[in-house]
């Protein structure tokens, strides 16, 4: 298989796990909001990489899917709260109008909760022997010292002023602890030994930092039909970005060093890491 | 002990778990506007029945604290998204100005999301052998077909008509099933058996609906001195609650039947239910 069957291989075993994963009884209009945005496309890279990342170590993920659904999950509800007018108060997201621009903000802050819950609901209801110790990585990963850390510090930006420092909480908290859980999670599964999924958590970090700052290269370059997305918003909203600090060249340098970082930490992996390798370097062409 | 100086020590136990539950390195504002509202006071109803649900098997609260604050923290980061404009649009909660007043919409949004994810990250980092099961009770009282699903049917309540059927769903599900989870996962953890944890179940059910029906009540009779919040708001917003529904009166009725079944659903316990069944009949007499 070539590198991009074997994305969509991962990428549309986590579509179908995703259709499965809001229950039938979830009341209207709530079920409908979450769908909207659970299903409105996007790479879903965090799912592959959890898949991709387990099946390194083993090749059967069913056990693995209820996690590659519930990653999805939290993402898409960071999303849906990302864009409210109190937050980035964006309109438009892979090229459709935001959760709370069809269902209302109230709805949209219930399928953001909706989609918390149910992420920690589906993992809480998989029998794998090591469903606990995945599901606490996410919990990690994705809270107060996390993403969640990462969106505060990006929210505030503009009132605590910038500088490298808070750059590299924020690209670090916001974006690569929710690139890294992936990672960590589909090795913990699939049993692999502590300093196996310690280099998995390098790749992550690193490949996630690098991905911030192709966003943020992208929001510059980019049209809005290639992003789904309104471009120049960054600037526009006076956001702390690499672009910002450090200007488009420097940017450009940063992404590779960073994606360099990524492959090499996956050193211990050897020839199964060759798909991991792959991704990090596809994602380096848009910017180059 | 007399029944308030038992409810005291419970709650003085959750207190201080509450204290220590929010980790250093949360950023700033972010962890002033969580502390905010989850040292805000109040009853501390939920964690309270989790500690003396589990004490009728295990008196060592020891392992069972940080469930407690896990719930206290679901519950408040309700209270936070419940509060905000594009939800009920309430200003003033437990006396003070709620959360959104103080930090700002945006950070509000936050404070609830880190709240929901650090009671997760807080009960997976549990050593305890029956904390999974503890947390996948919570999990599915708190989302998309328990607590989130009650606030949907709330919201939409205006629109989509109000009868008996649709009362009965928001009162189950957006109060009992956050009244009911603290009883099993009590039990849960300290070991009690499928008929006793059943048992435990139907009584923290009758419970949760009793107490929304005094809610409901107090919407109506009670003062912005007494209740910590405006009075009134119910009927102002149109609300699908008991009293629009039955009356104060049959209200007052149904508030005593339901407090008698959460009691009788208690048999199985014997005397050792004395606590859980005094807190219930305490309750009643606000509206007697």
Not at 20 to 43: C, F
Not at 106 to 128: K, N, P, Q, R
Not at 158 to 180: F, M, P, S, V, W
Not at 259 to 267: G, N, R, Y
Request: hydrophobic share 45%; glycine share 8%.
């Amino acid at each position: 298989m070539t590198y991009q069957e074997r994305y969509d291989y991962f990428r549309l075993a986590a579509e179908e796990a995703l259709r499965a994963a809001i229950p039938a009884d979830v009341p209207e209009p709530l079920a409908s909001a979450m769908r909207y945005s659970l299903m409105a496309g996007g790479k879903r890279l965090r799912p592959v990489l959890l898949l991709a990342a387990h099946a390194m170590m083993q090749p059967d993920l069913t056990d693995a899917l209820p996690f590659a659904a519930a990653l999805e999950m939290v993402h898409t509800y960071s999303l849906i709260h990302d864009d409210l007018p109190a937050m980035d108060n964006d309109d438009l997201r892979r090229g459709k109008p935001t959760c709370h621009k069809v269902y209302g903000e109230g709805m949209a802050v219930l399928a953001g909760d909706g989609l918390l819950s149910l992420a920690f609901e589906t993992m809480a209801a998989s029998a794998h022997p090591r469903a606990f110790a995945a599901l606490g990585e996410l919990a990690a990963r994705c809270g107060t010292r996390g993403m969640v850390a990462g969106q505060c510090a990006d929210l505030t930006a503009e009132e605590t002023g910038r500088d490298e420092q808070l750059l590299h909480y924020i690209h670090l908290h916001k974006t690569a602890d929710l690139i890294t859980a992936p990672v960590v999670m589909g090795l913990t599964l699939a049993g692999a030994d502590a300093p196996l999924v310690a280099a998995g958590r390098a790749y992550g970090q690193c490949l996630g930092v690098a991905f911030q700052i192709i966003d943020d290269i992208l929001d510059v370059t980019g049209t809005a039909a290639a992003l789904g997305k309104h471009p120049g918003k960054d600037a526009q909203e006076n956001k702390c970005t690499w672009v910002s600090i450090y200007g488009v060249d420097q940017a450009r340098r940063d992404a590779a060093r960073y994606t360099e970082q990524a492959v090499e930490s996956l050193a211990p992996w050897g020839d199964r890491a060759d798909f991991l390798i792959q991704l990090a370097r596809h994602a380096l062409v848009r910017v180059q």
